[in-house]
């Protein structure tokens, strides 16, 4: 990796960069971790604007950069302590609507001077009277913004349709695990050993990751699950996840006698994947790079989802597809790819290939620094 001593405009000093952040979200924060590493090992000054629960969680002075607590609210005294930061900064970047908003605020409204690279990682939807508030803010963000990133050509072309200037593509890298420590345990010991756990010896396995939030679609999961009982034998369905709708997915779990299993949060998400036959993605609304598709198509497991959003972009021809909120198409691909050893074998390849066609953390990063650069260089004199 060549390090890069000087980005500035005039050539003198390191180009000082703030990244704004709101601090709710996994995937923003996790590429901010990513971007604040990259770029603090390229010569960047990085300072990372966000709520210290989210310094807390992602170590962002453990990557190389400045951390600085600004709360995720709006109010005067926030935008205030964000403009202080952002006064002496060559270029801000700000990642989500929020976040985005606050910078806006922050380096004058309409009056930007100062570069302001916005990346859009997922569209925040709202329903009711919230909505048209949404909407406004975000038209604001993109008239605004000097280059908005669309981690998805969804996202670019909702960007473009809400009044972006420059709106590009700009996919946001799976950033990697950490390593496992050194054990003694092979991966096929260890696989087994985790079936074992979770009581799925001698049946299939599928497993589901995300927050138990109403667009992740695991009301229609436990719709397929009904169909999956008369299966001999019936598969064992296992979720990762936390949120607002586990007791009424429990109440129905257990109503309806369904094999599927609440896990709740966990920290070992690569072992559950590398466990399982197939892995499900039942979201209705998915505008991002998902991470468990991401995850699945590298740790070879062949996914289900469905073709909505960024999906489709994101898998290619390596996913069996399905309408989503469609529960008896995602039940009958389950189905099929069960008794059919060949298309999941033909899955996992298309999957190593596809995945192999996505950027890395450095080439994130390259692509970021490169319009950093555009931004703040001098144009030359002819």
Known sequence: MTLVSSHSPHGQSPLRTVQVLGGGN???????????????????????????????TYDFTGAGADHVHVPRSSDPASVAALRTVCADADLVHAHGLHASFRAVLALGGRRVRTPLVVTWHDRVHAEGARAPLLRVLERRVMKAATVVLGATSELVDGARRAGARDARLGPVALPARPAR????????????????????????????????????????????????????????????????LRGELQARIEGE??????????????????????????????PGRSVLAQEALHARVPLVAGAVGGIPELVGDAAELVPPGNAKALADAVIRLLGDPVRRAGLRERGVRQAAGWPTEDETVAQVLSIYDELTQPTPLL
């Open 26 to 56: 996994a995937r923003s924060s996790t590429h901010v971790r990513s971007l604040a590493a990259g770029l603090a090992a390229r010569g960047v000054k990085v300072t990372v604007c966000a709520p210290s629960d989210a310094e807390y």
């Open 181 to 244: 420590p050194p054990g003694p345990e092979d991966p096929d010991r260890l696989r087994a050993k985790v079936r074992a756990e979770l009581g799925a010896v001698e049946r299939p396995l599928l497993i589901a990751v995300g927050s138990l939030d109403r667009h992740r679609g695991y009301d229609v999961l436990l719709d397929a699950a009904r169909a999956w009982r008369r299966l001999d034998p019936a598969p064992l369905v296992v979720v990762a996840g936390q949120g607002p």
């Open 257 to 286: 006698e369904l094999p599927v299993l609440l896990l709740g949060s966990r920290d070992d998400v690569p072992d559950l994947l590398a466990a399982a036959d197939l892995a499900l993605l039942p979201s209705r609304r998915e």
